[in-house]
């Protein structure tokens, strides 16, 4: 494939589903986009440092000025490194229904639960966990979706499922999920996304 998608990943923090996208780009798993840039609303994320060893472009943005500005000037960014495609990926602030409308299909991100349990405002990271073993579930994992205006809200695109076992904490159910679900189901659906994107042709400088 010649062309390829132009993917922007967003994070918050250090970065381990950031580090799964490069790796599946280099082994080939990924071959129909490729990460141009990373963006951080926390300049102390590790995640940058991941991007930095690879060559990859950073830029944060603060979010000291309210949700418009926010996203005014990541809509920016975006335009300027000329982006098709968003994967959030560990990233904490919700974005608003006039962002996400104008990437329809374009955005998406992983969930640590199978949605819909365990999921929506305030459920993220580990209190997603503590939420599955509080409720004494048996089976759990992890959700690949498009972003839309409500929190883990958009179409379905993968899921994949985690057996939790006797003794399990946050912790560890954290580093199953992510081991067996998320670094297998996010890179994945990455490739699936942006290859329907390339395979459109269309350009996508509206932003």
């Known amino acids: 494939m010649d062309k390829k998608t132009r993917i922007a990943v967003f994070v918050s923090g250090g970065g381990t589903n950031l580090q799964a ?10 071959k129909s986009g490729k990460t141009e ?3 951080s609303d926390n300049p102390e994320a590790y995640a940058l440092e ?22 005014k000037k990541i809509s920016e960014i975006l335009a300027e490194n000329k982006i098709e495609m ?5 990233f904490m602030c919700i974005l608003s229904a006039d962002f996400t409308s104008k990437w329809p299909e374009r955005i998406i991100n992983i969930h640590p639960s199978l949605i819909p349990s365990f999921c929506g405002k305030g459920c993220y990271g580990l209190h997603v966990h503590e939420k599955a073993l509080a409720y004494g579930v048996k089976v759990t994992g992890a959700t690949v979706h498009f972003v839309n205006e409500i929190p883990d809200g ?13 003794g399990d904490t946050p912790e560890t159910l954290q580093r199953r999920v992510m081991e067996q679900a998320e670094w297998i189901l ?5 490739e699936k996304v ?11 400088g509206h932003l």
Not at 154 to 166: H, P
Not at 194 to 204: C, D, H, L, R, T
Request: proline share 1%.
């Open 37 to 39: 840039l990373v963006i």
């Open 186 to 190: 996010l890179p994945a659906a990455a």
């Open 50 to 71: 991941r991007a930095k060893a690879n060559g990859i472009k950073t830029a944060v943005v603060l979010k000291n000025n309210g949700q418009s500005e926010f996203e």
């Open 154 to 166: 958009g179409r379905i695109i993968s899921q994949k499922a985690v057996y939790i076992e006797d």
């Open 86 to 90: 968003i994967i959030l990926a560990g």
């Open 21 to 30: 996208i490069i790796d599946a780009e280099k082994s080939g798993i990924i």
């Open 194 to 204: 942006a290859g329907e994107i390339a395979e459109k042709g269309e350009s996508y």
